[in-house]
Structures are given as C-alpha cells and as structure tokens.
C-alpha cells in the first residue's frame, strides 16, 4: 500500500524563523472559506471510537463506473488538533478483489520527532465477523535522502479476503505547533465518506507575542467544498470522492490533488513579498552570525589558492577542499551513545568547521562561500526546495518550502551555481531537485528570487556497450559496461551511502533489469568508482537472456536493440490530462554487438531510425559486419517539462523511438541457402 506522504510534509519540523514568518494577508484573500456559515451542518461528532458496520457497507460491491477497482476505501477521517498537538487518522478500506488484498499491507508514516499512539485496526468478513489484529508492527525505512529518513510502522492486516473490510486508527502527536498544516482530500482510491477537522492553536505561539491568526487556503477544490466553522473548529464533510488517477512521467502529484492548506500567521504582515523579505533577512542573519570570520578562513583560502591566477581554477581548490570535510547529512542516524563515544559537537561557526573536520550539509555551504568571499569572490548563499516533493510557489507562504541552501559565485562575468554541502557533488554542477526552481539569494535587505538554471542531458548521462553472443537457439549471453556520469552517477553513490555492499549490489543489478527484458538474468561482475565525483560510476554485468532472438526454422529474427525504452508508458494514451515530466534532462548512448552463429547470413536488414525536435534527439543505426549485429543508439532529452499542448509533438517522438527500438533483422543460415538452391 503506497503510504501517504502528505502526513510526512505535514509534519516535518518548522525552521525556527518559521514562527515569525507567517502570513495575515491570506485570511483577508480567502476569507469566504472559513468564515462564513452558509447552512446548518450536520453533526460531524468527530468520534474516534470505531464507526458502526452497517448493510450498506457490507453490500458494496464495486467503485460507481468502475467494475474492475481494487477496493474501495469506505471511510477516512483526518482530524487535527492543535490544542493537543495531535493528529487523528481513520481508514476503513473493502476489499474488491484479489488486487485489493494488498490493502492489508498497512504502512504508518512515523514523522521525525513524532510518535504514533492508540494504533487498533480489525478484519471484518463478508459475514460481519470481526478479527482484532493483535500483532505488533515493525519499524521499517520507507523513505532515506540527505538529512531526512522517513520511518514508519508496518503491519499486516489478519485473515484478508475477497469481501473484506480492513480498517484502522491512530493518533500522531507533535512535538510542537506546525505553522503549515494540511488535509488531503483525494485518495488513490474512490472514498465514500471522508470527516475533516481542525482545532486551531488559542495560546500564544513563540513569535506571535502580538497575536496570530488562522488562514485558509484552498488549493483545486471544487467549489461547493469548503471549511465551515462550529464553534473553535474547522470542519469539512466530504462524500464520493474519485481517486487520484496519476499518469506516467507525470510532474509531483501533489502539485495537481485537492487539498485545504491552513497557516498561522502574525497580524503585521499583508503580503507574499513582505512574507519571503523577512524570512529572507532572518536566513540572512543567522547564516552571517556563523560565516563572520576572524584570520582562520582567510589563511586557509591563501593556502589553498597558493600562486593560482585562474579564477575557476582557485574556486575549483576551495571547492575541492570542502568537499573533504566529512558530511554529517550524509550519513546513518547515530544512537546517543555512540555521539557521545565520537564526541560530535555542534559547529557554531565556520571555524569551527574547519577545525572539527564536519558538519552539516549547510555548514559545508557556508565554508565554501566563506572561503571564496576569503579569496575575492562575490559568493552568496541561495535558499532553494526541492521539486521532487512539490513546484516552489512564491504565493504559498511556507519557510519549508525553501528547505536547502547552495552557493552562487560571480566568476568572469556569470554566475556559477554550487552544490559543495552534497556529497559527491561534481564542482560545477547541481543536483537536479534542487535546478529549474526558483532560490532566494539571500541579503541583509530580504534577498532576492532568481531561477536555478538546468542542466544539459550531456550532464545527466548514460553510456552502455555490450558484448554478446547469440546461439542458434536463440539465447543471448554476454557483458554489459555502463558508464553513470554527472547526475546519473550522483544519484547512485548517494543512494549507495544507506545500504552496504549487498545492497549497493542489488541496487545496480535492479536498475541494469530495468533495461532488459523482464526474463534477463543479471549479475553484477565489477564496480568502480563509488567515491568518487568527477568521473563515472563503471559498473559490469554479466547478462543471459533466453529467447533473446525468435527462431522459425532456419532463421533467427534478432532485435537490434538490447535496452528497452524506459519511457514508453508514458505515451501510451491519446491524450493527457497532466504534462510530460522528467526530473532532469537525460541523455543515452548505446553501443551492442551481437556475435551471430557462424553459418548465419543476412536475409533482412534494418532500417536507419532517426528522428529531431529542438529538445530531443533520437538515432538507431544498425549493420551486420559478416560476424557481428552492430547498433548505435543514441537518445537525448534536453527538456523536462512539457505542456499537455505539445503532447501530440512530445508523443509522436517516443512513438518514433519505440518503432526503431523494435526494429529487427533476421538471419538465415547457410544449410538453409544451400538447401533453396538445390531445390531450384
């Protein structure tokens, strides 16, 4: 079951500044949401007991128009309250059909800092028997980035069938106010009935000492539901809700779902550009507190330059240099006991930094800008999100949604965007989240937005040449080297840093299946280049694919293409309802021979496939040398967003790649030909 990660962005700790930078102006802007009673509402009770079984749920059948769904979720409750610095959850899920009995797989976000209390959850049969689950749920990471690991608890459901309803509750408490919080209002599958509440915060919040006040925002609702007032509390009353239906290569879904955002804020500010001034001067300062200098960093930017006069190359030793310092954000959760057994302490300025040896992501940041500003340069420190999770939006007034910080540096007259708080970030480059996004150059005045540029698909590459044999009976066999380089290399060896060296093994080898045909076995043979920044990540496989090439007689029809179209099912469907995305401009470059049995002539070739739009590139071009099949492949996507509007164009391209990848030539052998001549 795919856990709902709203919880986690729900929950994740506020930044300190974060308390007193919070918007009034939303509450005059959507103030018809909330404050307005246009009718009587039902009783909500908001009652966490368990909900009476009733015939109707026991007689659900099917999702309305949909006869062949999984399962239905019949209930779901989400009931915040920030007086008790709790949050309520109830599911209640019928099982459809043997897909749906997956359902009872359950996963429980665990946000940082938060526990989850009261957890129950049953099986009830198609007869109305009841059984109580009463094992103990696990721990398990379903979710690990720099800085970030997501836990949850997980559990299995008893004695699920066809006919089933499973249903559960819990309760998380926060360690504190959260000053963005929200309901989901869309699920993956089609909900009956859904209960919101909201219980606001009526003490004094830190930062607030003036007062503070509630904002609403809705965010593609359909009109006809909004929050309504009852006493101190938010209500919401939701019936017959479709699922969310994603699309392939589609941009974060939680940029296109319903959902009813709610803000504190203080009563001085009135506008998103006062909002993102102040939080940018309270960045500013604190980053300025750690960075402000004594002689250390300038003698360590002298050493370290030395006699250089090229600026790129000065700024390539700083870089260099901080990439050494051991990145604490990369690496496992330590117990308290071995913290105290390493004695980490808490870098309280760049000094400190340079002097410990580690540090936070951020704090390699601000040594890097420090040393640079040291040698000369104009550096700044940029705050910017990351778009895996959710597109930046100035108008949306959340400190988390500029959560990471990067250097910028004027060099020859451009700008040079860094990553040095990264782990193997290559100097020069940016790790994708965090490129065509806007960041907040930050300033003593509040700062000021600039875009984050792309990279190129030449920095995002990947580089396979194969060395196979073919057998008469159609099997193929032999070695795959790939080359990762830049991002492709990037993310693996960050991915490496949370598993071991069966893990990373097993990582390489899924991803080298992902190619293949779904009966390919692969094992990886060699790997070079784990620690690496600048060059590739080399990885080996050894390769068998049975039925690689279809056999009829005397003849073996062999595909051209070994590597699969990865993006194929994205353009599937005549149209589409959301854009073309991909997280990063990419680029691919094949090159694979295929030894052909000897005796084998051609009796069929290939044509050469190509096709050009201004942001994508495709070539396959394969000849038969007398021994070997030989196929250059080449596909390169400069662009990451496409608009429903170009789907038609966008389509037609992949559909153009999909035909020449399956392209195929056919080969007869010699006992065949001899044996046609003869017959003549």
């Known amino acids: 079951m795919v856990p709902d990660f709203n919880v986690l962005f729900r929950a994740v700790k506020a930044h300190p500044a974060a308390a007193r930078t919070q918007p009034a102006r939303l509450s005059r802007i959507f103030l018809g949401l909330c404050f307005c009673l246009l009718f009587a509402l039902p009783s909500y009770g908001q009652k966490e007991d368990w909900l009476p079984i009733t015939p109707q749920d026991l007689s659900v059948k099917e999702v309305p128009g949909e006869t062949n769904a999984a399962a239905i979720q019949l209930y779901f409750a989400d009931y915040i309250d920030d007086q008790e610095l709790t949050e309520f959850f109830y599911h209640r899920i019928k099982v459809l059909n043997d897909n749906g009995k997956s359902y009872a797989d359950v996963e429980l976000l665990l946000p940082p800092d938060c526990s989850i209390h009261g957890l129950k959850a049953r099986t009830i049969h198609p007869d109305g028997s009841i059984v109580e689950f ?58 009956l009935k859904e209960d919101f509440s909201m219980k606001p915060f009526g003490g004094v919040l830190e930062g607030f000492e003036k007062g503070h ?25 939701v019936e017959n809700m479709p699922p969310f239906e994603p699309e392939g290569y589609m941009p974060p879904e939680d940029n296109y779902k319903p959902e009813i955002r709610f803000f504190y804020g203080g009563l001085e500010l009135d506008s998103s550009e006062k909002f993102w001034r102040k939080a940018g001067r309270q960045w500013n300062d604190e980053a300025q507190r750690f960075m402000a200098s004594r002689s250390e960093i300038p003698e360590e930017a002298k050493r370290l330059i030395a006699t250089e006069i090229d600026p790129m190359a000065r700024l390539l030793k700083l870089y260099a240099r901080v ?10 959760e330590r117990t308290e006991q071995e913290e105290r057994k390493e004695n980490l302490k808490p870098n309280e300025n760049v000094e400190e930094v340079l002097a410990h040896g580690y540090g936070s992501s951020s704090d390699i940041n601000r040594l890097f800008v420090s040393l640079a500003r040291a040698a000369g340069f104009d550096a700044s420190i940029l705050r910017v999100g990351n778009r895996s999770e959710k597109f930046f939006d100035r108008a949306l007034l959340s400190t988390r949604q500029l959560d990471s910080e990067i250097a910028m540096v004027n060099a020859g007259g451009h700008s040079i965007f860094l990553d040095p708080g990264t782990r193997f970030c290559p100097f020069g480059f940016m790790r994708w989240m965090r490129t065509s996004t806007l960041a907040l150059k930050l300033d003593k005045k ?66 080298a299946k992902g190619w293949l045909p779904r009966e390919a076995s692969v094992k990886l043979a060699n790997v070079e280049g784990w620690e690496g920044s600048n060059n590739p990540l080399i990885a080996t496989f050894a390769v068998e694919l049975p039925d690689f090439a279809a056999t009829a007689g005397k003849l073996l029809l062999v595909p051209t293409n070994l590597f699969q179209d990865r993006q194929g099912d994205a353009f599937k469907r005549a149209d589409r309802k959301y854009p073309v995305y991909f997280p990063y401009a990419f680029g691919e470059e094949d090159t694979v021979a295929i030894k052909v049995p000897a005796g084998y002539a051609i009796e069929s070739a290939s044509s050469r496939q190509s096709g050009n739009l201004d942001y994508a590139n495709y070539l396959n071009e394969a000849a038969f040398d007398g021994k070997q099949l030989l196929t ?31 392209q195929q030539m056919v080969f007869h052998s010699a006992g065949l ?4 001549s003869i017959n003549h």
């Open 673 to 676: 030909a001899e044996s046609e």
């Open 213 to 237: 006040q509630l904002a609403i925002l809705s965010l593609r609702m359909p009109n006809h539901l909004r929050p309504q007032r009852q006493g101190d509390t938010y209500v919401m009353e």
């Open 134 to 191: 009463t094992g103990k749920p696990f721990q398990k990471i379903v979710m690990q980035q720099p800085g970030l690991k997501v836990m949850a608890r997980a559990f299995s459901m008893p004695n699920v069938t066809i006919g089933s309803i499973v249903e559960y509750k819990y309760k998380t408490e926060y360690p504190a106010i959260y000053l963005d919080n929200s309901w989901t209002i869309q699920h993956e599958l089609y909900t």
């Open 632 to 662: 250059h492949r080449v596909l390169d996507i400069n662009g990451i967003f496409f608009r429903v509007e170009i789907y038609p164009e966008v389509k037609n391209f992949f559909q153009k790649v999909q035909s020449g990848d399956e």
């Open 446 to 511: 509040g700062g000021t937005f600039i875009k984050v540029p792309a990279a190129g698909f030449e920095k995002n590459m990947l580089r396979r040449s194969a060395e196979m044999a073919l057998d008469a009976n159609g099997s193929l066999k032999g070695t795959i080297t790939v080359h990762y380089e830049g991002g492709e290399a990037l993310e693996r060896r960050l991915d490496a840093l949370s598993t071991d060296e069966a893990g990373r093994k097993i990582e390489l080898e899924e991803d």
């Open 323 to 332: 990439q050494e310092i051991r990145n604490l954000s990369y690496e496992r």
